[in-house]
């Protein structure tokens, strides 16, 4: 295995060098995915990579949503997807048709979308947020009146951290869902010292148990700053790899090993050197609706 791997490395480096291509990878993404990202981040940090790279070619190791985003802020640059199966089905929890309506329901209301959402959605957007940002992007809208997309656990997150009354829409995510409150006291029964980190995906039963609420980007700069040894991890497991690899000297529990996102792990280094090999599959946001997502994405990026 180890040397059809090294194999299959060695031709996406030669692909990755002719094309002038980079390789951006979300934290949930298998193992030896990560191993040969040009840049392994959360949802914020890849959009601000693909915004300021200079390849010609972005190969997105994620999901449907954060190509599409590379797509908006690259309209010039191929954006690969090296499996178009690969979407995330709280994205799809929501379409641009159902926003308009509840838009007209609620007039006047700014609309904040999270970034795990199509660009369809985007396009009908306010401002967008990622798990990072939710705090600082609702604050930034004073004492508007929000509606909060797809994700009705960062928005009740968000609310509790901003103290605004917004409105949600009924979304979640099926992989952080499976991380219950029994899941974060089992394990502390286990390891009295642990520190628990939630990913605010997560419910708010969960949530609340946790020690940290953070972005899976947050997570990672926590677990290495800090002086605590041990950490019960309470989001997608593949962010425990890279846990691992920056931080050997401590201890990393994944609060359940049924929070596996099974479209993240639709990549494979195969899929990554057939997609540089054949430049497809590519995700290209329609320039109609590029342009007005792209005023919703940019918002989000001036806040950082
Ligand atoms: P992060 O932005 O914290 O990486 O989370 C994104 C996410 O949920 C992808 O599924
Ligand atoms: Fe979507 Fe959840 Fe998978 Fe993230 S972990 S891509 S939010 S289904």
Redesign the pocket.
């Known amino acids: 295995m180890q040397d059809i791997n090294s194999e299959i490395i060695r031709k996406i480096i030669q692909q990755k060098n002719q094309r002038n291509a980079v390789i951006l990878v979300?934290?949930?993404q298998l193992g030896e995915v990560q191993d040969i990202g040009d840049f392994v981040g959360?949802?914020?940090e890849l959009s601000q990579q693909a915004a300021k790279t200079r390849a010609d070619v972005i190969v997105f190791c994620g999901?449907h949503f954060m190509a599409e985003t590379a797509s908006i802020l690259c309209p010039d640059k191929i954006v690969l997807l090296p499996d178009i199966n690969a979407g995330?089905p709280m994205a799809n929890m929501i379409d641009a048709r159902q926003l308009i309506a509840k838009k007209k329901e609620l007039p006047g209301y700014a609309v904040v979308t999270y970034v795990?959402s199509t660009a369809e959605v985007k396009a009908e957007s306010d401002i967008c947020c990622?798990?990072?940002n939710a705090e600082r992007v609702v604050n930034s809208l004073g004492n508007q009146n929000i509606l909060f997309v797809p994700d009705q656990y960062l928005g009740a997150y968000a609310a509790a951290r901003t103290g605004k009354k917004m409105e949600f829409w009924p979304g979640y995510?099926p992989t952080h869902a499976r991380i219950r409150p029994e899941d974060i006291i089992r394990n502390k029964k286990a390891h009295p010292q642990a520190l628990v980190m939630a990913?605010p995906?997560c419910r708010p039963e969960t949530s609340i148990l946790a020690d940290q609420v953070l972005?899976?980007?947050g997570m990672l700069r926590y677990a290495s700053s800090t002086e605590k040894k041990e950490f019960i991890v309470a989001t997608?497991v593949g962010i425990i790899h890279r846990l691992r690899k920056e931080n050997p000297d401590k201890v990393f529990i994944a609060a359940s090993e049924q929070a596996v996102?099974p479209r993240?792990k639709l990549i494979t280094l195969e899929k990554v050197l057939e997609s540089l090999e054949s430049l497809s599959p590519v995700v290209k946001v329609p320039e109609s609706i590029r342009v007005r997502a792209i005023k919703a994405v940019d918002r989000m990026l001036e806040i950082g």
Request: proline fraction near 0%.
């Open positions: 979300h934290n949930y959360d949802s914020l999901v995330c795990n990622t798990s990072a995510c990913h995906e972005s899976t980007g997608e996102c993240m």
